[in-house]
Protein backbone atom coordinates (compact mmCIF):
# COMPACT_ATOMS: atom_id res chain seq x y z
CA UNK A 1 0.00 0.00 0.00
CA UNK A 2 1.18 3.58 -0.64
CA UNK A 3 0.16 6.25 2.63
CA UNK A 4 0.45 9.52 2.72
CA UNK A 5 1.52 10.64 6.51
CA UNK A 6 1.24 14.22 7.31
CA UNK A 7 3.47 16.18 10.11
CA UNK A 8 3.45 19.57 11.75
CA UNK A 9 4.34 21.28 14.76
CA UNK A 10 0.53 22.60 16.49
CA UNK A 11 -2.28 20.84 15.11
CA UNK A 12 -1.95 21.86 11.43
CA UNK A 13 -1.34 17.86 10.19
CA UNK A 14 -4.69 17.31 12.04
CA UNK A 15 -6.28 19.51 10.86
CA UNK A 16 -5.47 19.03 6.80
CA UNK A 17 -6.17 15.41 8.17
CA UNK A 18 -9.61 16.35 8.89
CA UNK A 19 -10.43 18.92 5.57
CA UNK A 20 -9.04 16.12 3.54
CA UNK A 21 -12.04 13.49 5.55
CA UNK A 22 -14.43 16.17 4.97
CA UNK A 23 -13.87 16.79 1.19
CA UNK A 24 -12.63 13.38 0.32
CA UNK A 25 -14.18 10.63 2.81
CA UNK A 26 -12.33 8.53 4.83
CA UNK A 27 -9.15 7.22 3.48
CA UNK A 28 -7.03 3.99 5.14
CA UNK A 29 -3.77 5.24 3.94
CA UNK A 30 -3.79 8.46 4.92
CA UNK A 31 -2.14 9.06 8.57
CA UNK A 32 -1.02 11.87 10.60
CA UNK A 33 0.93 13.28 13.96
CA UNK A 34 1.81 16.49 14.90
CA UNK A 35 4.01 17.61 17.93
CA UNK A 36 1.65 20.24 19.84
CA UNK A 37 3.40 22.54 22.14
CA UNK A 38 4.79 21.21 25.22
CA UNK A 39 5.39 17.98 23.61
CA UNK A 40 8.80 16.11 23.98
CA UNK A 41 11.12 14.86 21.06
CA UNK A 42 10.87 11.49 22.72
CA UNK A 43 7.46 11.47 23.19
CA UNK A 44 6.42 12.35 19.60
CA UNK A 45 8.65 9.88 18.24
CA UNK A 46 6.60 7.06 20.68
CA UNK A 47 3.81 7.97 19.33
CA UNK A 48 4.22 8.48 15.70
CA UNK A 49 5.90 4.83 16.14
CA UNK A 50 2.42 3.68 16.90
CA UNK A 51 0.86 5.93 14.34
CA UNK A 52 2.92 4.33 11.42
CA UNK A 53 2.13 0.87 13.03
CA UNK A 54 -0.24 -0.06 9.70
CA UNK A 55 3.24 0.57 7.35
CA UNK A 56 4.63 -2.42 7.00
CA UNK A 57 8.16 -3.54 4.40
CA UNK A 58 7.26 -3.25 0.98
CA UNK A 59 4.77 -0.52 1.44
CA UNK A 60 5.74 2.98 0.51
CA UNK A 61 5.10 6.01 2.01
CA UNK A 62 5.12 9.71 1.33
CA UNK A 63 6.12 12.51 4.15
CA UNK A 64 4.40 15.52 4.08
CA UNK A 65 5.99 17.66 6.46
CA UNK A 66 5.78 21.86 7.63
CA UNK A 67 8.95 22.92 8.07
CA UNK A 68 12.12 21.43 6.12
CA UNK A 69 14.62 21.02 8.66
CA UNK A 70 11.73 21.24 11.70
CA UNK A 71 11.85 18.62 14.33
CA UNK A 72 8.06 16.65 13.30
CA UNK A 73 9.78 16.05 9.66
CA UNK A 74 13.47 15.42 10.84
CA UNK A 75 12.43 12.94 13.63
CA UNK A 76 10.10 11.28 11.48
CA UNK A 77 12.60 10.97 9.16
CA UNK A 78 14.58 9.09 12.08
CA UNK A 79 11.70 6.73 13.06
CA UNK A 80 11.16 5.71 9.12
CA UNK A 81 15.17 5.27 8.97
CA UNK A 82 14.83 3.14 11.94
CA UNK A 83 11.93 1.00 10.53
CA UNK A 84 13.60 0.14 7.24
CA UNK A 85 11.28 2.76 5.67
CA UNK A 86 13.59 5.15 4.05
CA UNK A 87 14.03 3.81 0.79
CA UNK A 88 10.62 3.66 -0.20
CA UNK A 89 9.94 7.13 1.35
CA UNK A 90 9.26 10.30 -0.97
CA UNK A 91 9.29 13.41 1.51
CA UNK A 92 8.31 16.61 1.40
CA UNK A 93 8.10 20.12 3.13
CA UNK A 94 5.89 22.83 2.71
CA UNK A 95 2.94 21.26 3.72
CA UNK A 96 -0.82 23.05 2.52
CA UNK A 97 -3.70 21.22 2.02
CA UNK A 98 -3.66 21.86 -2.02
CA UNK A 99 -0.61 19.71 -1.54
CA UNK A 100 -1.67 16.85 0.56
CA UNK A 101 -4.99 16.61 -1.94
CA UNK A 102 -2.48 16.85 -5.26
CA UNK A 103 -0.55 13.94 -3.60
CA UNK A 104 -3.20 11.64 -2.46
CA UNK A 105 -4.99 12.14 -5.63
CA UNK A 106 -1.48 11.15 -7.71
CA UNK A 107 -1.16 8.51 -5.50
CA UNK A 108 -4.72 7.17 -6.12
CA UNK A 109 -4.06 7.55 -9.46
CA UNK A 110 -0.75 5.38 -9.59
CA UNK A 111 1.37 8.17 -10.29
CA UNK A 112 5.42 7.54 -9.66
CA UNK A 113 8.86 8.58 -9.99
CA UNK A 114 9.90 11.98 -11.10
CA UNK A 115 6.07 12.51 -12.64
CA UNK A 116 4.64 12.14 -8.76
CA UNK A 117 7.26 14.89 -7.34
CA UNK A 118 6.57 17.04 -10.23
CA UNK A 119 2.79 16.65 -9.45
CA UNK A 120 2.98 17.59 -6.22
CA UNK A 121 5.49 20.17 -6.42
CA UNK A 122 3.60 22.28 -9.06
CA UNK A 123 0.28 21.81 -6.77
CA UNK A 124 2.14 23.35 -3.94
CA UNK A 125 3.65 26.52 -5.80
CA UNK A 126 0.03 26.74 -7.55
CA UNK A 127 -1.64 26.86 -4.12
CA UNK A 128 0.98 30.05 -3.31
CA UNK A 129 -0.03 32.82 -4.75
CA UNK A 130 -2.08 36.39 -4.23
CA UNK A 131 -5.75 36.50 -5.42
CA UNK A 132 -6.12 39.44 -7.25
CA UNK A 133 -9.25 41.40 -6.11
CA UNK A 134 -11.10 43.93 -8.80
CA UNK A 135 -12.83 46.51 -7.50
CA UNK A 136 -15.13 49.06 -9.10
CA UNK A 137 -14.47 52.58 -8.35
CA UNK A 138 -17.59 52.61 -6.27
CA UNK A 139 -16.75 49.90 -3.93
CA UNK A 140 -13.20 51.36 -3.44
CA UNK A 141 -14.30 54.07 -1.71
CA UNK A 142 -17.32 52.60 0.57
CA UNK A 143 -14.30 49.98 2.02
Known sequence: MKYL???????????VHSVIRMLLGERDNVL???MEDGVSADAFVEELSNVLE???????LVVLGDIVGGSPLTNTLNVITQKGLLPSTVAFGGLSLPMAI?????????SEGQAFVDQVIAEAREGARQVELAL????EEEL
Not at 5 to 15: C, E, N
Not at 54 to 60: C, L, W
Not at 136 to 139: I, K
Open 5 to 15: LLVSHGTMAPG
Open 32 to 34: SYS
Open 54 to 60: PVVEGDE
Open 102 to 110: SALMAIEDG
Open 136 to 139: DDDE
